[in-house]
């Protein structure tokens, strides 16, 4: 009997599954997603569901929301975007400048035209001061050359730059999408290089739990359609992940359900997702993923994603009044759970006479002490 192993990393839980094509899912547990180090959780949930002796695992499928939840929530890494032969006014399309936030953005001369011929020498100087530059203050980097669609080789030398200065991920846009649209291809390729960071630490924790298990089965990860691709290729194109757990829950529907045609909404800690089965299949959205507002270039299931989930923050805004989300705390009593010191402090807060604007809120660590990032993250 050949057993499939799937996990899903959530922004609160963490699920496992054991497989079976003819008998279905056989052994299923849940854990709460440790953040600061997603080992902890991935662990919990699968020593949950593997039985002794260990069964013949095949495969092991991961599919994820963090990457989806890190865009909605604007918690994915810091990165520095290289411009390279973009027009000045490229940041004020699709978003791009709201959607890089404090992030730095460098316009370096150089770029392509549409037949993919050089339209401005590529300044290798100011790339390289830009790189030395920045590269202390960013997880990595990103590059998108004018039309490298047609001619990447303007990428290609920066990329090496960024590899030769620096031992920071870089993505570059021709990598990702052969789409002409230069803004929404820089977005996308900001974006990846955002997640990349993110999606490392995942996969290396899923890996190491295998190798201490004796886990020799492939590891696959969930596209944002559905389908899978090698945990390598993951990891270099952490963007096409995004959506990958609602894809995840479209095609778990379709099997639990038996249904061909349904609504599928999937609720969360962070996000609410809705997306629709047709004749069987997800019905994708070939122009682009839009997640957090931002469309990006990536092939993916045709879903509405809000920042509504079971943990999303309540807060008041001047302007707006009460509102909802997008970001996701967690609940007070679970912290107190988790961090009994936390009742102390609680007390003496309401001991005051008034109470301050932060009383009752609190920072947890969210990532790794050793990203080689500064400040709170």
């Not at 008998?23 to 600061?36: D, E, H, N, Q």
């Not at 919990?44 to 963090?66: H, K």
Request: negative net charge; proline residues 6%; hydrophobic residues 45%.
């Amino acid at each position: 009997m050949a057993i499939l192993l799937g996990i899903d990393t959530g922004g609160t839980y963490t699920d496992a599954v054991l497989f079976d094509n003819d008998l279905g899912v056989i052994r299923s547990a849940k854990a709460l997603t440790t953040k600061y180090d997603l080992a902890i959780g991935i662990r919990r949930a699968v020593e949950a569901v593997l039985p002794d002796p260990l069964p013949d695992i095949r495969l092991v499928s991961l599919s994820t929301t963090l990457a989806t939840n890190a865009i909605v929530e604007g918690q994915a890494s810091p990165i520095c975007l290289l411009l390279l032969g973009y027009p000045p006014d490229a940041l004020d399309q699709v978003g791009l400048r709201q959607a890089l936030g404090d992030d730095p953005v460098v316009f370096i001369n150089g770029g392509h035209t549409v037949a993919g011929e050089e339209q401005s020498p590529l300044d290798l100087d100011v790339a390289r001061r830009a790189i030395v530059a920045h590269a202390p203050g960013v997880a990595a980097f990103a590059i998108s050359g004018y039309f490298a669609v047609r001619n990447p080789a303007h990428e290609l030398a920066v990329r090496g730059l960024v590899r030769e200065l620096t031992g920071l991920p870089v993505t570059c846009g021709h990598e990702l999408t052969l789409n002409l649209h230069a803004s929404r291809r820089a977005l996308t390729t900001a974006l990846n290089a955002r997640l990349i960071p993110l999606l490392q630490q995942l996969i290396l924790a899923v890996q190491g739990m295998l190798v201490e298990k004796a886990i020799h089965a492939p590891l696959m990860v969930v596209k944002g359609d559905g389908s899978l691709i090698k945990a390598q290729m993951a990891l270099e194109r952490p963007v096409e992940t995004i959506l990958s757990g609602p894809a995840a829950s479209v095609v778990g529907a379709r099997q639990l359900s038996g249904e061909d045609n349904v609504f599928v909404v999937d609720m969360g800690g962070t996000t609410t997702d809705i997306a629709l089965l047709r004749d069987g299949r997800p019905v994708l959205n070939v122009e682009g993923a839009t997640v957090g507002g931002w469309k990006t270039m990536v092939e993916a299931v045709a879903v509405h994603t809000s920042g509504l989930g079971g943990d999303s923050e309540v807060w008041w805004d001047n302007t707006e009044g009460l509102v909802i989300g997008p970001r996701r705390v967690v609940p007070l009593s679970l912290l107190a759970h988790q961090h009994p010191p936390v009742l102390e402090t609680l007390r003496r807060q309401l001991a005051h006479k008034s109470l301050k604007p932060y009383d009752g809120q609190f920072a947890l660590r969210q990532r790794p002490l050793d990203t080689g990032q500064g400040g709170i993250t």
